[in-house]
């Protein structure tokens, strides 16, 4: 839960830039060593500090220890040769398909993702093309509540599913990504509902 590993990489220009920057100013988690050794890292020790010689008592980092730093870090979306989606392995069963699919539509289609952007450009400010980190708060605090962020997965899942029509994906495929989005984004719901859901009923039976 700490905020230096797992809130947004600050915006700059230059996304390399912005990722580097992030990934040296958050905290080490462990110095990795020996099995029957302490891994213990010092508190609020960053990356950048402990390459600087900021910890005297260390041993110098390698790049085996940044390698494994960039593993303890975890923003909503982590770039590791791809794209990882933090969200996604949380999603129930198969519905890990949908994020997936919506995600790689809108990146690879070019129509779908001129409408996402356009779609998403109220969650920007001062002409940054990535929301802010309000924004982000507000999406992992209301979710679809948020009458400006249910607007924008609207479009963005409408888009997509134009996209997919384009494209001919299977029916199987498509039907599932149209009934997910009727069942919950529409809706301005996600599959928390149904877990909230199931805890309410159970508490409702347990009082009776």
Same mark, same amino acid.
């Given at each position: 839960?700490?905020? $230096?590993?797992?809130?947004? +990489?600050?915006?700059?220009?230059?996304?390399? !830039?912005?990722?580097?920057?992030?990934?040296?100013?958050?905290?080490? &988690?462990?110095? /990795?060593?020996? @099995?029957?050794?302490?891994?213990?890292? /010092?508190?609020? &020790?960053?990356?950048?500090?402990?390459?600087? $010689?900021? =910890?005297?008592?260390?041993?110098?980092?390698?790049? =085996?220890?940044?390698?494994?730093?960039?593993?303890?870090?975890?923003? +909503?979306?982590?770039?590791?040769?791809? &794209? @990882?989606?933090?969200?996604?392995?949380? #999603?129930? $069963?198969?519905?890990?398909?949908?994020?997936? %699919? &919506?995600?790689?539509?809108?990146?690879?289609?070019?129509?779908?993702?001129?409408?996402?952007?356009? *779609?998403?450009?109220?969650?920007? #400010?001062?002409? #940054? +093309?990535?929301?802010?980190?309000?924004?982000?708060?507000?999406?992992?605090?209301? $979710?679809?509540?948020?009458?400006? %962020? *249910?607007? =924008? =997965?609207?479009?963005?899942?409408?888009?997509? @599913?134009? !996209?997919?029509?384009?494209?001919?994906?299977?029916?199987?495929?498509?039907?599932?990504?149209?009934?997910?989005?009727?069942?919950?984004?529409?809706?301005? #719901?996600?599959? *928390?509902?149904?877990?909230?859901?199931?805890?309410?009923?159970?508490?409702?039976?347990?009082?009776?």
């Amino acid at each position: 839960m700490d905020a $230096g590993r797992t809130r947004e +990489p600050r915006y700059q220009a230059d996304p390399a !830039a912005a990722w580097s920057c992030y990934a040296l100013d958050a905290n080490v &988690l462990a110095i /990795p060593g020996a @099995e029957d050794t302490d891994w213990t890292a /010092p508190a609020d &020790l960053t990356f950048r500090e402990w390459i600087r $010689g900021r =910890a005297p008592s260390l041993r110098r980092p390698t790049l =085996a220890d940044l390698d494994y730093h960039l593993t303890t870090l975890f923003p +909503p979306i982590r770039p590791r040769g791809w &794209l @990882e989606l933090r969200m996604t392995d949380a #999603q129930n $069963g198969d519905d890990w398909v949908i994020p997936a %699919l &919506l995600t790689a539509t809108l990146l690879n289609d070019a129509q779908a993702a001129d409408a996402a952007a356009a *779609a998403t450009e109220i969650l920007c #400010q001062d002409a #940054q +093309p990535v929301p802010t980190h309000e924004v982000w708060t507000r999406a992992a605090r209301c $979710g679809l509540a948020d009458p400006d %962020l *249910a607007k =924008a =997965a609207i479009a963005c899942f409408t888009a997509a @599913e134009s !996209a997919l029509v384009r494209s001919n994906t299977p029916p199987k495929l498509l039907k599932a990504f149209t009934d997910f989005a009727e069942r919950y984004t529409v809706r301005g #719901q996600s599959p *928390a509902h149904d877990r909230l859901e199931e805890w309410r009923h159970a508490e409702t039976e347990d009082r009776t």
